[in-house]
Structure formats: C-alpha cells, structure tokens
C-alpha cells in the first residue's frame, strides 16, 4: 500500500471539481461500509446483499488520503459519512478525529440509522462531528419492524436523545414514506419532531432498492407528503433563494415558525444545483447516486498512483457528469448498485 502523504495546501482553488453543466463539487459522501444492521425494504433485501469483500474496503489510511486530497487540492467543503451503517466501522471515532483535523477542516457530518449512537455521540462530537442525520421512518414499534425487518425502534430513539445531548444542533431526522405503510404517520412524525426539537425531513423513495422492486405509481410524492402534512397546520414555502444547493424544500407549518423538509428528488429533482460526488466504500468515485459508471481510485491507489494521478483522475470523473438523473426518462436504468453499497 503507497503510503505517499497527501500534500496539504493552505486553501484549495475553488471550482477544481467541475462539470460541463457548470456545477462544482464541493460536498463529498463517503461511504465507509455497505453492511447494515437494519434490513429497510426499500433498501435491501431481508437477506441482505453480497457484501463487499473485506480487503476491497478502504482501510482509514487510505480513506484519509483520499479525503485529503478532496479537501486540500479539489476544493471539497463538507464531509459525509455514510454507508450502508457508518457506526458499524469500529474505528469510526478516529477517522472522524483524523478528519477533523484536516486544513482546512471541512464540516463533518454523519447519516446513520442511530443504531448505537447512544454510547458514542459524545466521543463523535469531541472527536470533531459537527452534523447529524438520523433515518427514522416511524415512532410506532410494529411498524418500524415491518419496515426495518428488526426491532430497534428504542435503540434510534436512545441515539436521537444522544445526539442532542452531546450537542449536535439541529439533530436531522429523514424520513422515506411507503404507501400503506408509514404515510399515515406523517402528521404525528411532524408533531413529535416539533416536541423534540430536531429537523424532519422527508425524502420520497427513490429507485436504488437492491431488489429493483421501486415502482413510481407505489411512491409517496412530495405532493401527498405535503397534503398529509397540513393536517398539523398550513405550511408556506420558505423563500426560494434560501434553499441554495440544498435539496430539501422547507416549508413554515402555519402558526409555529416550524420547518419541515421535503426532497422531491424524484418529482421535482435538483439536479441543476447538485453539489455532491461520492466514494464508495471501496474507493469508486460516483459522480451521482444514479451514475452507471464509477472511477477506480482504490485500484489507482494500490497500484501506487501519486497523488497527482489521484487527483487528475477524480477531475475527470466529476467533468463526466451528466446533467440529470434521467428518472422520467424512458430509458432510464436503475443503477447496478444499491443505495447502501453507494453510500446515500
Ligand atoms: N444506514 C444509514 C441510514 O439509514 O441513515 C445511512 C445509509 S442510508 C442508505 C441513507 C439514507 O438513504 C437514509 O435516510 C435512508 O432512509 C435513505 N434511503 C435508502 N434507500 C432509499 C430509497 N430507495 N429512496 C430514498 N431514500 C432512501
Ligand atoms: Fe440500512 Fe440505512 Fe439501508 Fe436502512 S436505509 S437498510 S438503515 S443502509
């Protein structure tokens, strides 16, 4: 394994990770493994997927050299950890320190199902997190079995409370409504996020099931969430021009001062404003979620590519982009990997 050191800049140029639509990456997500805990039906299977093997996992080192060089030499900003389950990684809490103290430091945020948060939330946060977002589809322990295939709904809501008591503010909460499922929680799942105090916001399902069993007239659009939603109060859109490249649309529940989150990634997408680029945990470089096509830094790097290669070769990845996800499109082909191989 090359063990070059990733050369640190003061400052990277800005725009380095551009396409040809005029979009530039800045926020990378990086899943650290595609194994899960939980066994969410519009995820994966309830046997699970192949997992990955082992070896082909990037080890810490080679996670912070690629990260480095994200941040220090192609203008990345924000810093996702993901999976599959991030907390499954036992050395999670030093790769977050590791990462945490890059130059410049990028923001650091997690998406986990909040499975074993509870014991280590505060060592997250000491370690250098500084966002938070948790998966919780119901508050309804039968339901969130059926859905999830395991019975951890106490052990979520434990992490929730961690979360914010090691002082990750604002704890994000995503939600995935299924039709005939959980939809009918949206209101009660909007009051308890305005009891908490944590920000809720929910996603529409999205083709990227291992199982390829998505069906667009089975998903819950955005439009429905929105009428579900309404029963707690009339909800106003936030101004537009404060949404930026966030894909969430905010929306102020009447009366409260509330905002709850919808992302329309299927029927309104945002592409347009997309920000992101990927690493998978073995090391694949996906300039979208729905990409067909990945570049091969693990191979690159193991072979002993310099960190200029590196580089270079991650550019071209990004400048590959295409400029929408393509669901409306009649030829539009699900992506070979699922979403918790891809990291979401
Ligand atoms: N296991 C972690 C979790 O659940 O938060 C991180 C990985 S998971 C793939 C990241 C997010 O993707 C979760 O909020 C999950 O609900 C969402 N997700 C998974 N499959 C999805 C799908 N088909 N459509 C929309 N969102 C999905
Ligand atoms: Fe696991 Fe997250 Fe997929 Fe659920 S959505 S099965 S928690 S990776």
């Given at each position: 394994?090359?063990?070059?050191?990733?050369?640190?800049?003061?400052?990277?140029?800005?725009?380095?990770?551009?396409?040809?639509?005029?979009?530039?990456?800045?926020?990378?997500?990086?899943?650290?493994?595609?194994?899960?805990?939980?066994?969410?039906?519009?995820?994966?299977?309830?046997?699970?997927?192949?997992?990955?093997?082992?070896?082909?996992?990037?080890?810490?080192?080679?996670?912070?050299r690629l990260?480095?060089?994200?941040?220090?030499?192609?203008?990345?900003?924000?810093?996702?950890?993901?999976?599959?389950?991030?907390?499954?990684?036992?050395?999670?809490?030093?790769?977050?320190?590791?990462?945490?103290?890059?130059?410049?430091?990028?923001?650091?945020?997690?998406?986990?199902?909040?499975?074993?948060?509870?014991?280590?939330?505060?060592?997250?946060?000491?370690?250098?997190?500084?966002?938070?977002?948790?998966?919780?589809?119901?508050?309804?322990?039968?339901?969130?079995?059926?859905?999830?295939?395991?019975?951890?709904?106490?052990?979520?809501?434990?992490?929730?409370?961690?979360?914010?008591?090691?002082?990750?503010?604002?704890?994000?909460?995503?939600?995935?409504?299924?039709?005939?499922?959980?939809?009918?929680?949206?209101?009660?799942?909007?009051?308890?996020?305005?009891?908490?105090?944590?920000?809720?916001?929910?996603?529409?399902?999205?083709?990227?099931?291992?199982?390829?069993?998505?069906q667009r007239?089975?998903?819950?659009?955005?439009?429905?969430?929105?009428?579900?939603?309404?029963?707690?109060?009339?909800?106003?859109?936030?101004?537009?021009?404060?949404?930026?490249?966030?894909?969430?649309?905010?929306?102020?529940?009447?009366?409260?001062?509330?905002?709850?989150?919808?992302?329309?990634?299927?029927?309104?997408?945002?592409?347009?404003?997309?920000?992101?680029?990927?690493?998978?945990?073995d090391g694949?470089?996906?300039?979208?979620?729905?990409?067909?096509?990945?570049?091969?830094?693990?191979?690159?790097?193991?072979?002993?590519?310099?960190?200029?290669?590196?580089?270079?070769?991650?550019?071209?990845?990004?400048?590959?982009?295409?400029?929408?996800?393509?669901?409306?499109?009649?030829?539009?082909?699900?992506?070979?990997?699922?979403?918790?191989?891809?990291?979401?």
């Open positions: 394994m090359s063990t070059q050191p990733t050369t640190i800049s003061a400052g990277a140029p800005a725009g380095v990770l551009a396409d040809a639509y005029g979009r530039v990456a800045t926020d990378l997500r990086v899943s650290l493994t595609d194994r899960c805990n939980l066994r969410c039906t519009y995820c994966m299977p309830a046997e699970g997927v192949p997992w990955l093997p082992g070896d082909e996992i990037l080890t810490n080192e080679e996670l912070l990260i480095g060089l994200g941040v220090s030499r192609l203008g990345i900003t924000t810093v996702r950890l993901t999976g599959g389950e991030p907390l499954l990684r036992k050395d999670l809490v030093p790769l977050v320190a590791a990462i945490g103290a890059l130059e410049p430091k990028p923001q650091l945020a997690l998406t986990t199902n909040g499975i074993g948060l509870a014991h280590r939330a505060e060592a997250l946060v000491d370690a250098g997190l500084d966002r938070i977002n948790i998966s919780l589809d119901t508050l309804d322990p039968e339901t969130f079995t059926t859905l999830s295939r395991r019975r951890r709904l106490p052990d979520v809501l434990a992490g929730v409370r961690a979360a914010r008591e090691a002082g990750l503010d604002p704890v994000k909460i995503n939600t995935v409504l299924l039709r005939g499922v959980n939809d009918h929680e949206a209101p009660d799942l909007l009051r308890w996020a305005m009891a908490e105090g944590v920000h809720l916001r929910f996603i529409e399902q999205m083709p990227l099931d291992a199982q390829h069993q998505w007239d089975e998903m819950v659009t955005a439009v429905e969430i929105m009428e579900r939603l309404s029963e707690v109060g009339p909800l106003t859109p936030e101004r537009s021009d404060d949404r930026g490249s966030a894909p969430a649309e905010r929306f102020v529940v009447g009366g409260t001062g509330y905002r709850v989150g919808v992302i329309a990634a299927v029927t309104r997408p945002f592409c347009g404003a997309c920000d992101r680029v990927r690493l998978t945990a694949q470089i996906r300039n979208c979620l729905f990409s067909r096509t990945e570049s091969d830094l693990r191979t690159a790097m193991r072979a002993g590519a310099s960190d200029d290669e590196l580089a270079a070769q991650w550019i071209r990845a990004v400048a590959a982009k295409l400029p929408g996800h393509g669901i409306d499109d009649p030829t539009f082909l699900q992506p070979d990997r699922p979403m918790s191989a891809i990291g979401g």
